[in-house]
């Protein structure tokens, strides 16, 4: 006989977290009420290594038509936005954004060394390291370290997933993630984890660590719950995973929440073979839930203090391979969409395509100066002490 | 209170082993810690069995192809295929070795084999080469470390990944040989970057075949002559190492990653020095060292006792040894390892697993607290990791997940337990013993759940039943996740 549900784990009461926490577990108990004007980041990753030329694509350059015979996007299909410079037909919104002066194009965005395993590339990403360094801690954890050293706040930084990414890890605070808020309130307002707690003597440290994340999870689940119910939008949300990941997202933002940085991620565009379609549909995905988030927002009047801003581990290479597709590259471009930017359109030259190294795009633009930018210009952070080093901030913002 | 026997014995289990089992935890009160590791070394003294995935020339020949001139005759077809096929045969070795660490009797073998694994971490997707680094590291695994180190340094595994087959005579490449000294030796600021580029230049040459076998390419190597550490010669690969073992430096970076793995995160100065002395001038053997840890009488301080946090592995081979069972669907195992964020075989970097706090989010803690359950009581699962590409056990298309999500993919169902193998464990105890029993037997740490709150959860239908509930809910606390 197995043993049933309900006799193991009973449902507890709606009552909050904080009737049975110890004192010492309070702390975090007493958010910091955040004003409208917050200003919060919104980070698309792109895993798989997304295809920065067929992205934003470089529409009177032969080099790129040559190089890539069968994928090349044609001029007349690529949703031109300067004479020079189309985007991918699937990215409809994106050319809406453009428009209205939304949106932010940085070319040739990388790093010195650059590995090309999906893995190691992501990791330096979301560590912020140089390629021969092996960072265990990301650049949003750190963040969270430098913004609240000695209070645990999960919730300032938060990821629509299962699993958390390691950019969220800090050495000493880490980011939450949860797919849905119900579900996350569901799975941990069990009554024998708050019993548990109350139980808890203070004393041996690894003990009091995990007892502690469990109680940031446990009334960060609460209030995220809460604060998800407060203003549910009425603006209509494509079905997809990308499309209900920000439709939580726009909740968030929309309610009083704390939470300074939102992670989402969309993939797979690892497209070594049958490269278009798969394109296609992720940029069509990537459009459509854009553009409601972009319109709720609007709506509502939050789009000036909302950054979003796309990256992927790798750019792919220059020649398109014989399969229909393009094997695993270096540079590529970032997007960054909102109602606050300080300059719009394409920011920089397109990838210089006569001068590569083995056949990839060369950076002129290190990635990390994007991320010391965003801290230090919009979120208000150290960035010098996130990423450990003197950075150039750039102007976007 | 001080500690009894039993949590003696078992935390020897725990760090030496992967816990005790449901066969002979009612053993534990009387057996001594010395007779307990002379069980332990007895067991593991036989030479390993090789688990065979990718067998012959012809898989070697397939799944070894990292050729540039063979991959090229490939269709982009055929490189998929094996690749598919190389991700296959690695989620067959992880669940094969997973087995091996739950139910060999060579359990301190396998927990030093999976030491070594997080140690010379090596993350390529090829079958065949990591079966053959795998099967060097067993057979190493608690012998003389020069040995192991050697031998790993030439598995076409290493050469591989640290891209020694492109250190040239006249294009070095560094990597492989700053990672044997930075990772794998001595550690940083031990070595200067001249040594890197003298070792790299002596490491020239150095590769594998077609057949994953090591080769010294003559024609490549760089046979001038070299300074390393202070001594100067027509160096190669071997010298290199050779001079790396002389470096007392070396016995004290192997010393103290082993003492922060099997005895507290926080090393002991004073302790590491004392052993790295005695590892040093026993040539680096490893049966010595571990000895000196493991029967010493500080290693059984409180201090060190259910302090340190489980690995995902642990927990999982922990759970599976107390409470045999079938499991329904063994993919659960990689799911739950990939959720958890460790992998057999998929380290995240040459630097390894980190460990101590950096296993514990909100979410993996969360399902660590979930897991006991999910495997007694067929909770469901609802799981549903990102593709990662390079990473995904399986390459995970849109339609692919599309499918698994109609299917319901993330409803897992459990596994069915031996429940009578492990009531057996508390047979002869009295009813009002039983739960200070079954407590003392799943947790090892000193702040241990409250007995009176806990009584109020289990269930009192009969005795069976009340065992059961107990151990899970003892399984489903922070506490268990210490060892």
């Keep these: 006989m197995l043993i049933k549900r309900k006799e193991f784990l009973q449902i507890g009461s709606l009552a909050t977290a904080s009737v049975f926490l110890p004192k010492f577990l309070k702390a975090f108990e007493k958010p910091a009420m955040v004003p409208p004007g917050n200003k919060v980041v919104v980070v698309i990753q792109f895993s798989g290594g997304n295809d920065g030329l067929n992205t934003v694509i470089p529409v009177t350059n032969d080099i790129y038509y040559k190089s890539r015979p069968r994928l090349a996007i044609t001029k007349e299909k690529a949703l031109a936005i300067t004479g020079d410079v189309?985007?991918?037909?699937?990215?409809?919104?994106?050319?809406?954004?453009?428009?209205?002066?939304?949106?932010?194009?940085?070319?040739?965005?990388?790093?010195?060394?650059?590995?090309?395993?999906?893995?190691?590339?992501?990791?330096?990403?979301?560590?912020?390291?140089?390629?021969?360094?092996?960072?265990?801690?990301?650049?949003?954890?750190?963040?969270?370290?430098?913004?609240?050293?000695?209070?645990?706040?999960?919730?300032?930084?938060?990821?629509?997933d299962d699993i958390l990414s390691l950019a969220l890890k800090g050495e000493n605070n880490n980011g939450l993630a949860f797919k849905d808020a119900a579900k996350l309130y569901r799975t941990s307002n069990e009554q024998y984890f708050r019993d548990l707690q109350k139980a808890h003597e203070p004393g041996e440290e690894t003990a009091d660590y995990l007892y502690k994340t469990m109680s940031g999870t446990l009334s960060s689940a609460d209030y995220i719950f809460q604060k998800s119910k407060l203003h549910p939008t009425s603006e209509i949300y494509p079905a997809t995973n990308l499309g209900k990941d920000l439709k939580t997202v726009a909740s968030l933002i929309l309610s009083d929440i704390n939470t300074r940085v939102y992670y989402v991620s969309l993939g797979s565009f690892d497209t070594h073979v049958n490269q278009e379609n798969q394109q296609k549909r992720l940029f069509t995905e990537l459009s459509d839930a854009v553009k409601a988030f972009t319109t709720d927002l609007k709506k509502n009047n939050r789009f000036e203090d909302v950054l979003m801003m796309t990256f992927s581990e790798f750019g792919r290479r220059v020649t398109q391979n014989a399969s229909g597709g393009t094997d695993h590259g270096t540079a590529n471009n970032m997007f960054f969409i909102g109602g606050g930017l300080k300059e719009k359109g394409v920011l920089n030259a397109m990838p210089d395509l006569q001068n590569l190294n083995d056949g990839d795009l060369k950076h002129s633009v290190d990635f990390k100066e994007v991320y010391a930018t965003v801290l230090n210009k919009w979120l208000g952070a150290d960035d010098k002490m996130i990423l450990g080093k003197t950075s150039n901030y750039l102007n976007f913002i | 209170m001080p500690v009894s026997n039993r949590i003696k014995n078992q935390h020897l289990l725990w760090r030496a082993a992967f816990g005790p089992m449901a066969e002979n935890a009612a053993d534990l009160e009387n057996i001594s810690q010395k007779q307990l590791w002379k069980l332990l070394i007895k067991t593991s003294s036989k030479k390993p069995e090789k688990m065979v995935i990718a067998s012959g020339l012809f898989d070697g020949m397939m799944k070894g192809v990292q050729d540039v001139v063979q991959l090229q005759k490939l269709t982009a077809e055929q490189k998929k295929a094996i690749r598919q096929q190389?991700?296959?045969?690695?989620?067959?070795?992880?669940?094969?070795?997973?087995?091996?660490?739950?139910?060999?009797?060579?359990?301190?073998?396998?927990?030093?084999?999976?030491?070594?694994?997080?140690?010379?971490?090596?993350?390529?997707?090829?079958?065949?080469?990591?079966?053959?680094?795998?099967?060097?590291?067993?057979?190493?695994?608690?012998?003389?470390?020069?040995?192991?180190?050697?031998?790993?340094?030439?598995?076409?595994?290493?050469?591989?990944?640290?891209?020694?087959?492109?250190?040239?005579?006249?294009?070095?490449?560094e990597n492989f040989a700053r990672e044997v000294m930075e990772l794998f030796t001595m550690g940083r600021g031990n070595y200067s970057e001249k040594d890197v580029k003298e070792a790299a230049r002596a490491f020239t040459g150095w590769g594998f075949n077609l057949q994953g076998e090591f080769v010294f390419r003559k024609n490549q190597h760089d046979d001038g002559s070299k300074t390393f550490l202070g001594e100067t010669g027509n160096f190669e690969g071997d010298d290199i190492i050779d001079i790396i073992l002389k470096q007392k430096n070396t016995a004290v970076f192997i010393t103290k990653k082993m003492y922060r793995y099997f005895v507290n995160d926080n090393p002991n100065e004073e302790k590491v020095a004392l052993l790295?002395?005695?590892?040093?001038?026993?040539?680096?053997?490893?049966?010595?060292?571990?000895?000196?840890?493991?029967?010493?009488?500080?290693?059984?301080?409180?201090?060190?006792?259910?302090?340190?946090?489980?690995?995902?592995?642990?927990?999982?081979?922990?759970?599976?040894?107390?409470?045999?069972?079938?499991?329904?669907?063994?993919?659960?195992?990689?799911?739950?390892?990939?959720?958890?964020?460790?992998?057999?075989?998929?380290?995240?970097?040459?630097?390894?697993?980190?460990?101590?706090?950096?296993?514990?989010?909100?979410?993996?803690?969360?399902?660590?607290?979930?897991?006991?359950?999910?495997?007694?009581a067929n909770e469901a699962i609802n799981i549903n990791p990102k593709s990662d590409d390079d990473v995904m056990m399986g390459q995970m298309t849109e339609e692919k997940k599309a499918a698994q999500l109609k299917k319901g993919f993330g409803k897992m169902t459990g596994a069915s337990v031996d429940w009578d193998a492990v009531s057996k464990v508390f047979a002869k105890q009295p009813r009002e013993k039983l739960l200070p029993l079954i407590s003392e037997t799943v947790l090892q740490a000193s702040s241990r759940s409250n007995n009176a709150m806990l009584d109020k959860y289990l269930n009192n239908d009969s005795r069976e039943n009340y065992i059961k509930s107990a151990i899970v809910h003892l399984m489903s606390t922070p506490e268990y996740q210490l060892c």
């Excluded at chain 2, 050697?150 to 050469?159: I, N, Q």
């Excluded at chain 2, 010595?288 to 946090?309: P, Q, V």
Aim: aromatic share 10%; with cysteine; net charge neutral.
């Design chain 2, 276 to 376: 790295a002395d005695r590892f040093f001038k026993s040539d680096y053997n490893l049966a010595t060292l571990m000895e000196d840890i493991f029967i010493s009488d500080w290693f059984y301080d409180d201090k060190n006792i259910g302090t340190k946090i489980k690995s995902p592995i642990d927990l999982l081979a922990g759970i599976r040894r107390l409470l045999p069972m079938e499991l329904e669907d063994d993919n659960m195992q990689l799911l739950f390892q990939r959720a958890l964020g460790q992998i057999l075989f998929y380290p995240p970097n040459v630097a390894g697993w980190p460990g101590g706090k950096s296993w514990i989010d909100s979410s993996t803690l969360m399902l660590r607290l979930r897991i006991p359950q999910i495997l007694t």
């Design chain 1, 86 to 160: 189309g985007l991918n037909p699937a990215l409809t919104s994106f050319r809406e954004l453009f428009d209205d002066g939304n949106l932010a194009i940085l070319n040739g965005v990388g790093y010195p060394n650059p590995d090309r395993s999906h893995f190691r590339s992501m990791d330096i990403w979301q560590t912020a390291s140089n390629s021969n360094e092996y960072v265990n801690s990301g650049w949003i954890g750190r963040y969270l370290d430098a913004q609240c050293s000695g209070c645990d706040k999960p919730t300032q930084a938060l990821e629509i």
């Design chain 2, 86 to 173: 190389s991700r296959d045969g690695l989620k067959s070795l992880n669940q094969r070795w997973l087995q091996e660490m739950i139910n060999s009797e060579a359990q301190l073998r396998e927990r030093m084999s999976l030491f070594w694994h997080g140690h010379f971490a090596c993350r390529v997707i090829n079958i065949y080469f990591q079966q053959e680094l795998l099967d060097i590291i067993r057979n190493n695994a608690t012998g003389n470390f020069g040995e192991l180190l050697r031998a790993v340094s030439k598995s076409s595994a290493m050469l591989q990944f640290l891209n020694n087959q492109q250190n040239r005579k006249q294009k070095p490449n």
